[in-house]
């Protein structure tokens, strides 16, 4: 079964750290964009951050540049999320999820079941 | 930066009636738009993509349109199932970022 799983959410004081982890299986980890799309309580989505299959390229959104970093093991078929410097505007449900082209767009076509962050004194 | 925004914010419908959910993008993009649903406590899960083609395992009663800067997803007749929250996303050319529009949220009437 092709699934992705997060872990490594909870809860941490505002200027804390946190590292996600994303656990892929059931496809060919290494040949595939992979990216952290994370929701606050009751918004919508928001896209956070991708890294190309070979880590030869890292995006990230305006809001967690300069504070979060993401990273893969391809030995390992695990995606990493480093979150420093955490703020209360970072609480979220953080997915990961696979990119694939389709026609000419690319989309989210696996989703894990997501890992939620609380950033709170 | 591209923005989406979507409208409206909440339809209010009856199993049968046809939804129609709209997207507007703040500049003129391509047609890269992909529509994705989300149901609750759940991850979000494609639906369209290319402004009109249903992804795998999508039923036919969903449809994408496009007109200038205006993408429309259309829900011909509601299942119960289709109640849900529908987000709009798209792609920058470069760097590659993605935007979502803020959802629609289909609630039974």
């Known amino acids: 079964e092709v699934q992705l799983v997060e872990s490594g959410g909870g809860l941490v004081k505002p200027g804390g750290s946190l590292r996600l982890s994303c656990a892929a299986s059931?496809?060919?980890?290494?040949?595939?964009?992979i990216h952290w799309v994370r929701q606050a309580p009751g918004k919508g989505l928001e896209w956070v951050s991708s890294?190309?299959?070979?880590?030869?390229?890292?995006f990230y959104a305006d809001s967690v540049k300069g504070r979060f970093t993401v990273s893969r093991d391809n030995a390992k078929n695990s995606l990493y999320l480093q979150m420093d410097s955490l703020r209360a505007e970072d609480t979220a449900v953080y997915y990961c999820?696979?990119?694939?082209?389709?026609?000419?767009?690319?989309?989210?076509?696996?989703w894990g079941q997501g890992t939620t962050v609380t950033v709170s004194a | 930066e591209i923005v989406l925004t979507q409208s409206p914010a909440t339809l209010s419908l009856s199993p049968g009636e046809r939804a129609i959910l709209s997207c507007r993008a703040s500049?003129?993009?391509?047609?890269?738009l992909a529509w994705y649903q989300q149901r609750p406590g759940q991850a979000p899960r494609l639906l369209i993509y290319?402004?009109?083609n249903r992804a795998t395992g999508i039923p036919a009663r969903f449809s994408g349109s496009r007109s200038g800067t205006d993408f429309t997803l259309i829900i011909s007749s509601l299942e119960p199932e289709d109640f849900a929250v529908y987000y709009c996303?798209?792609?920058?050319?470069?760097?590659?970022?993605?935007?979502f529009g803020q959802g629609t949220k289909l609630e039974i009437k």
């Open positions: 996303q798209q792609r920058s050319n470069w760097p590659p970022l993605h935007t």
């Open positions: 999820a696979r990119m694939v082209v389709r026609g000419r767009s690319d989309v989210f076509d696996i």
């Open positions: 500049q003129s993009v391509s047609s890269y």
């Open positions: 290319d402004t009109s």
């Open positions: 059931g496809f060919i980890f290494d040949t595939f964009t």
């Open positions: 890294i190309s299959s070979s880590s030869s390229h890292m």
